[in-house]
């Protein structure tokens, strides 16, 4: 595990004044990077062959850093020319879909702008339930055994990857028959049905809300809001009921895309009480709290409850629904704010606050 004492050597002999940001070439890195150029920072970007032309056509990236594979982010040379560069890795949502908490905590000898120690919080579904839990927000419930299913429930894998391999459920008897179905489509494993997650499915719209918590400033913004653009799910609706009972479609819900979404304003202080009550919570189970980015996920049912089945301790990829702006960040900071760019004023001003330690990990 790395400690924080062993990241502040590193910050020590950092040259601050040259500060780069740096990223895994995917999910929101693009968000990162015009955020960090727009605050006069640095950037540098691990990239794959074959996502590198996404870095000519939006000239965002001062240096490419071309990986066959983004494991190679654990290779002693690469974070040594990481940290020579000065650089801050930003941490999203391919860090923790292409490697494990474990890596990432224990191998990454490279700043990451956050609270290392909160990855495993989120990573273990059981302890990031006792976190919203605690912090006084509703959740959904959840089934032990696929036994005890009274209703319809979301069956999720552990690590599934955007939703695939997700199906909805309403009886033992169908749980059961579904998951041979799934294990035969190949699209799931004898094993992942072993710890499988059982969750109410919440009948409702889903809302994302993404938060900034800022260490420096004491304070939770609210930034940006987003829902997703989910292939099978989101699809089914456009064939006839006839043709669904027909072909007996499983829903699966691998992300394609997001929307923004400007909330009833009568929700909103409930949703800036949230993120604020996740945050205060997050400081007692691990200080300092969150640093930075976070997304809570939402489903809001017709008679307003909102339901929170998830938290993401980082940026999520549906805040590059707000890259240039979006009304949130307005509200607070009126033109051109965004969370690449929150991220970077954050990193500019610890730096000028000689509190660049207490904004990574
Ligand atoms: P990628 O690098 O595109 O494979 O994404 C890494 C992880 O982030 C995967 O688990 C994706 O499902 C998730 N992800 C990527 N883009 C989005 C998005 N636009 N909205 C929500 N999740 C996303
Ligand atoms: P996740 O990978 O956990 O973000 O979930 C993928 C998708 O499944 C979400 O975007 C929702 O559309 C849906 N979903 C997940 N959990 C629930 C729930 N408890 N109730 C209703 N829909 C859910």
Same mark, same amino acid.
């Given at each position: 595990?790395?400690?924080?004492? %062993?990241?502040?050597?590193?910050? /020590?002999?950092? /040259?601050?004044?040259?500060?780069?940001?740096?990223?895994?070439?995917?999910?929101?890195?693009?968000?990162? =990077?015009?955020g960090a150029k727009e605050e006069g920072l640095r950037t540098v970007c691990i990239c794959k062959e074959k996502d590198a032309i996404m870095y000519q056509k939006y000239?965002?990236? /001062?240096?490419?850093?071309?990986?066959?594979? =983004?494991?190679?982010?654990?290779?002693? #040379?690469?974070? @040594?020319?990481?940290?020579?560069?000065?650089?801050?890795?930003?941490?999203?949502? #391919? =860090?923790?879909?292409?490697?494990?908490? @474990?890596?990432?905590?224990?191998?990454?000898?490279?700043?990451?702008?956050?609270?290392?120690?909160?990855?495993?919080?989120?990573?273990?579904?059981? #302890?990031?339930? %006792?976190?919203?839990?605690?912090?006084?927000?509703?959740?959904?419930?959840?089934?032990? #055994?696929?036994? /005890?299913?009274?209703?319809?429930?979301?069956?999720?894998?552990?690590?599934?990857?955007?939703?695939?391999?997700? =199906?909805?459920?309403n009886s033992p008897k169908s749980f059961y028959k579904k998951a041979d179905e799934m294990i035969k489509r190949g699209l799931i494993t004898k094993e992942d049905i072993e710890t499988v997650h059982l969750q109410e499915y919440v009948l409702g719209v889903n809302v994302y809300p993404s938060y900034f918590s800022s260490i420096l400033n004491s304070d939770v913004e609210l930034l940006s809001m987003d829902r997703r653009y989910e292939t099978a799910v989101d699809s089914i609706g456009k064939i006839p009921a006839s043709e669904q009972l027909e072909i007996d479609i499983a829903p699966t819900y691998t992300v394609v895309g997001n929307f923004p979404i400007v909330l009833r304003e009568s929700l909103l202080p409930e949703v800036m009480r949230m993120g604020e009550a996740v945050h205060k919570k997050a400081t007692e189970l691990t200080p300092p709290g969150i640093i930075g980015p976070f997304c809570l996920e939402t489903v809001i049912t017709d008679d307003l409850k909102i339901y929170t089945f998830e938290i993401s301790a980082r940026i999520v990829a549906g805040t590059n629904v707000g890259i240039g702006t979006s009304p949130y960040a307005y509200l607070r900071y009126g033109e051109n704010m965004y969370m690449g760019r929150r991220i970077a004023l954050e990193l500019k001003n610890a730096v000028k606050q000689k509190q660049l330690q207490d904004v990574v990990a």
């Open positions: 595990m790395i400690e924080t004492k %062993d990241i502040q050597k590193i910050i /020590d002999k950092y /040259d601050q004044s040259k500060l780069a940001v740096g990223t895994l070439g995917s999910h929101s890195s693009l968000n990162i =990077f015009k000239p965002v990236v /001062d240096e490419l850093i071309i990986v066959k594979d =983004f494991t190679e982010l654990l290779n002693e #040379s690469l974070q @040594e020319r990481l940290r020579n560069l000065n650089v801050i890795l930003i941490p999203h949502g #391919s =860090f923790t879909a292409y490697l494990s908490t @474990e890596q990432l905590t224990d191998s990454l000898k490279v700043p990451l702008m956050g609270n290392r120690k909160l990855l495993h919080w989120e990573a273990n579904r059981k #302890s990031q339930e %006792d976190w919203l839990h605690q912090a006084g927000l509703r959740l959904p419930a959840t089934f032990k #055994s696929p036994n /005890d299913i009274d209703r319809l429930v979301i069956a999720k894998l552990q690590g599934a990857k955007g939703g695939r391999g997700y =199906f909805l459920t």
